[in-house]
């Protein structure tokens, strides 16, 4: 069971886009500890690394992968390729924490006000820190000598770089641009919803489903669309915990009293609806009569025509009936026949 789970969320994790590089890039970052996998294909890979929160990058050695925490460009240093002997080459993904930014291909040479100096080898670290800053409108960042400089700067697409032959050209610049208007993007709201508060009744949980560490909301709305299973889940600080329930906003929550911090997030479940038409027939009577819209010669039944209302109708008074020349017995047996008939053609 825990085999056939895991290839289905493998399958539904490979819809996140990587690109490659021609070799190694010259600087990997910190492995994710466990993230060596051995007999695999590239695409095998993709799904570890989309399941696993701390992995933006990977190296793929032949029929290894291994997990690294790097953020990885366009335009990132490579290994020399006169040392390339290992064949490795780096598949990245887009880090959530560089949406938006542009990256220059050298330092810009006007860098303006510096806010901050963080010391870290990350690029997804030292985006989050300019991201939490509203004075920072850009930085620049090279992972060897873990430099990372927040800056007040608004760059623009425009303005000059240091020159190639600089020593500061290891060096890259990244920005959200101020004043850029020209590009237009759509994008699609999100599906996923949150409660106030952790439901009062959760259901049953999906398996495997449980994910405790470091994690997002983003990536537990990940793991949930990645199973076939999952409709909702508990996210308690950075754990998240699959559930199959279809959640509506009319549930009761945990009491507010009793509240641990769990909140559940959930998409909507397809509702199907079943047309159900409905045809009534209205069949009027007397002591004496019976009025019905099927047409009848059987004696004391007057049908309604369909140019005459129901108000119109005359109702012949009738007795007992007789069999005056075996009109019964031979109805009788021509329904007989009829019935008969029926099965055979059932059979």
């Not at 027939?281 to 099927?294: A, K, L, W």
């Not at 109702?315 to 009788?332: F, H, I, K, Q, R």
Request: hydrophobic share 30%; proline share 5%.
């Amino acid at each position: 069971m825990w085999r056939a789970c895991a290839l289905v969320l493998l399958a539904g994790a490979n819809s996140v886009e990587y690109f490659v590089t021609d070799r190694r890039v010259y600087y990997e970052g910190a492995p994710v500890i466990p993230g060596t996998y051995n007999n695999v294909t590239a695409s095998s890979c993709q799904a570890f690394c989309n399941l696993n929160a701390n992995c933006s990058s990977f190296s793929f050695c032949g029929n290894s992968c291994y997990l690294k925490q790097a953020c990885i460009v366009d335009g990132e240093p490579l290994v020399n390729a006169t040392t390339w002997t290992d064949g490795c080459v780096t598949y990245w993904k887009q880090c959530r924490q560089l949406e938006g930014y542009q990256v220059t291909e050298r330092l810009v040479k006007e860098q303006g006000m510096e806010i901050e100096n963080v010391i870290t080898d990350s690029l997804g670290i030292c985006a989050d820190a300019c991201n939490s800053n509203p004075d920072c409108k850009s930085f620049s960042f090279y992972a060897q000598s873990r430099g990372c400089h927040l800056k007040a700067k608004c760059v623009e697409p425009t303005d000059a770089l240091i020159p190639p032959d600089d020593p500061a050209n290891v060096y890259r610049t990244f920005y959200r641009c101020c004043t850029c208007t020209t590009t237009t993007s759509t994008t699609t709201s999100s599906p996923w919803q949150s409660l106030a508060r952790a439901l009062a009744f959760e259901g049953a949980g999906a398996e495997p489903g449980t994910y405790e560490g470091s994690y997002s909301v983003s990536d537990c709305q990940m793991f949930c669309n990645a199973h076939p299973d999952c409709n909702s889940f508990t996210l308690c600080g950075s754990s998240c915990y699959l559930k199959t329930l279809c959640v509506t906003t009319e549930l009761a929550l945990v009491s507010a009293d009793g509240w641990n911090g769990c909140v559940t997030h959930f998409r909507p479940c397809e509702v199907t609806t079943t047309e159900v038409t409905t045809t009534e027939v209205t069949t009027t009577s007397t002591n004496t009569s019976v009025t019905t819209m099927e047409t009848s010669t059987t004696p004391g039944i007057t049908t309604i025509p369909s140019n005459q209302s129901e108000g119109s109708v005359t109702t012949t008074p009738s007795t007992e009936p007789t069999d005056d020349g075996g009109y019964l017995v031979n109805s009788a047996r021509a329904m007989s026949v009829a019935c008969v008939a029926l099965v055979i053609l059932s059979g």
